[in-house]
């Protein structure tokens, strides 16, 4: 007797000649079988869905110059990008380790670079927070020759509505890198202080509405991103001048949306805290000679790279520091505006 097939599923119908929900984009989810679909997306100055566009690439391969034999760490592996084309320079002879703190997006990113070849040996991955560098030395035979880390949210994770990231689309109010550690933005809400959640949207945001957006958030129970959002216009449309133009107030609603949702998100995953452990542990954990790289998109986490190397270069542990960050190009502007914000500062150990 054989078993049955199983039964034949249609895939997502969508209203319209174009999908807009996450999970209707079917051609975008699934690369291998519509690589020309992804072209498409990506010459329109988009990233397509449950995909990340590695920003600045060439400038970091300029940086780090790998080699082959030496020992790399990806302290962000995020989808996989800029470890890929650095662990092509280490070969053959050298290993990479890839971390990351997500659970969801680290085994898919890990099996998408072992179908390019890459072997145990050559590429390590640990599902562990970058703040715990340290502890992979023992592996690394002692220290790392070359160390990448891109700060921030991948394009996957935000644009994927079940991780609740974005205001863009309905989804849990929960912001976290792990959701199986910590606490969720919509636990935060409910036990966090009034002045506590105002000084986080001004430390994690400089958002000029602190003051009226604690007053509505604190304590309230909020548990999708769509009831966050409306909140906040809520209490913008109270805050706003009658006689601002319907334009400005749109512009201005859709940039407290973003601070808001990223304050949050800082302060749920502790970021700042886990990237100044990072930093002070980072020169210990580089041989002579190391290269690392920072790619930052935030003011705070860009001061404190700038803070941390200017130190270690006065204290004599850098050889050299960047004098100034380095800027995505202007047509990688052009083509991914996600990278307009990116800031990239490098140091050399002594």
Request: net charge neutral.
């Amino acid at each position: 007797m054989t078993d049955k097939a199983a039964p034949h599923q249609r895939r997502v119908r969508y209203a319209g000649t174009h999908p807009k929900r996450f999970e209707e984009k079917y051609k975008e989810l699934d690369p291998s079988r519509h690589a020309d679909e992804l072209q498409k997306v990506m010459a329109r100055g988009q990233t397509p869905a449950g995909m990340h566009r590695s920003i600045c690439v060439n400038e970091i391969l300029d940086i780090l110059k790998p080699q082959p034999g030496e020992v790399g760490l990806d302290a962000t592996l995020g989808f996989g990008g800029h470890a890929q084309e650095i662990l092509a320079r280490l070969l053959p002879g050298g290993r990479l380790f890839g971390v990351d703190v997500d659970p969801v997006e680290l085994p898919r990113t890990e099996a998408r670079l072992r179908t390019l070849g890459f072997p145990d040996e050559a590429l390590v991955v640990r599902r562990i927070n970058f703040a715990e560098l340290a502890t992979l030395l023992p592996e690394a035979g002692g220290g790392f020759d070359v160390v990448l880390a891109d700060l921030g949210v991948s394009s996957m994770q935000i644009d994927n509505p079940a991780r609740g990231f974005s205001f863009k689309a309905d989804g849990p109010l929960d912001l976290r890198l792990d959701p199986s550690s910590g606490q969720s933005a919509s636990e935060l809400l409910q036990t966090v202080t009034r002045q506590r959640l105002r000084d986080l949207l001004v430390d994690n945001a400089d958002e000029p509405h602190a003051v009226a957006l604690a007053a509505a958030l604190q304590g309230q129970f909020i548990e999708t991103t769509t009831q966050l959002a409306e909140v906040v216009r809520q209490t913008l449309a109270k805050a706003f001048k009658r006689s601002m133009p319907e334009e400005e107030r749109q512009a201005e609603t859709k940039k407290v949306l973003q601070r808001t949702f990223q304050a949050l998100r800082i302060e749920v995953n502790d970021e700042f805290g886990v990237l100044d452990r990072f930093l002070a542990l980072l020169p210990s954990c580089l041989n002579p000679g190391g290269r690392v790289a920072i790619l930052s998109f935030h003011s705070g986490e860009d001061r404190r790279v700038k803070k941390s190397f200017q130190t270690g270069e006065r204290a004599g542990i850098y050889a050299s520091v960047a004098p100034d960050p380095i800027r995505a190009s202007f047509e990688e502007r052009r083509a991914n505006p996600r990278s307009s914000s990116a800031k990239l500062r490098w140091a050399v150990k002594a």
